[in-house]
Antibody, heavy 118, light 107 residues
Framework: QLQLQESGPRLVKPSETLSLTCTVS??????????WGWIRQPPGKGLEWIGT???????DYRPSLQSRVTLSVDTSRNQFSLTVNSVTAADTAVYFC???????????WGQGTLVIVS | DIQMTQSPSSLSASAGDRVTILCRAS??????LNWYQQRPGKAPRLLIF???TLQSGVPSRFSGSGSGTDFTLTINSLQPEDFATYYC?????????FGQGTKLEIK
């Protein structure tokens, strides 16, 4: 069974960089027909797609975040990562990593990790 | 961006009831529409993809329909574990936007 687990600092200071890693187990990240992505959810609010990466390195970002977000993949560790630069309180959210089948359908999710900017 | 609007935002129902949640896209998205269920403190769970295809392991009391701009999620014979928040998401084009959610509560 495929499992995803987010890891990284839970508290980030304003103007600094948020960095999270998603470790994939129970399957390979180097699968042609799977994409990997990040989705966030501010406390008490709805879901927001951040971006998607393929193991080959191809990326797709939410335009409103594109200038501050970078996704990367480490196939040797079966991990992919998210960095968000110049964070503000508005970046406070639960961050979920997910496997995306058919490019954009999140069929496996990590448990989520709350990151607070303060 | 494609805007997704769900209605109602909240809904009260009893176990055994049948409920329908609506999702409308700001432009045509063919059948590129997914539905997720999220219980409090948990990650969302994929219920339906491509408007009407049930994800493996999802009970058959869940069903989806629609195409173009208007979509519905129907839950027959509500079970206690179905009281949660439901989100639609368009998978037609980036950025892959979600609806604002519909909270299904026990009456």
């Amino acid at each position: 069974q495929l499992q995803l687990q987010e890891s990284g600092p839970r508290l980030v200071k304003p103007s600094e960089t948020l960095s999270l890693t998603c470790t994939v187990s129970g399957g390979s990240i180097s699968t042609n027909n799977a994409f990997w992505g990040w989705i966030r959810q501010p406390p008490g609010k709805g879901l927001e797609w951040i971006g998607t990466i393929h193991y080959s390195g191809g990326t797709d970002y939410r335009p409103s975040l594109q200038s501050r977000v970078t996704l990367s993949v480490d196939t040797s560790r079966n991990q992919f990562s998210l960095t968000v630069n110049s964070v503000t309180a508005a970046d406070t959210a639960v961050y979920f990593c997910a496997r995306l089948s058919r490019v954009s359908t999140a069929d496996y999710w990590g448990q989520g990790t709350l990151v607070i900017v303060s | 961006d494609i805007q997704m609007t769900q209605s109602p935002s909240s809904l009260s129902a009893s176990a055994g009831d049948r409920v329908t949640i609506l999702c409308r896209a700001s432009q045509g998205i063919d059948n590129f529409l997914n539905w997720y269920q999220q219980r409090p403190g948990k990650a969302p769970r994929l219920l339906i993809f491509s408007a009407y295809t049930l994800q493996s392991g999802v009970p058959s009391r869940f069903s989806g329909s629609g195409s173009g701009t208007d979509f519905t999620l129907t839950i027959n014979s509500l079970q206690p574990e179905d009281f949660a928040t439901y989100y639609c998401q368009q998978s037609y084009g980036s950025p892959y936007t979600f609806g604002q959610g519909t909270k299904l509560e026990i009456k």
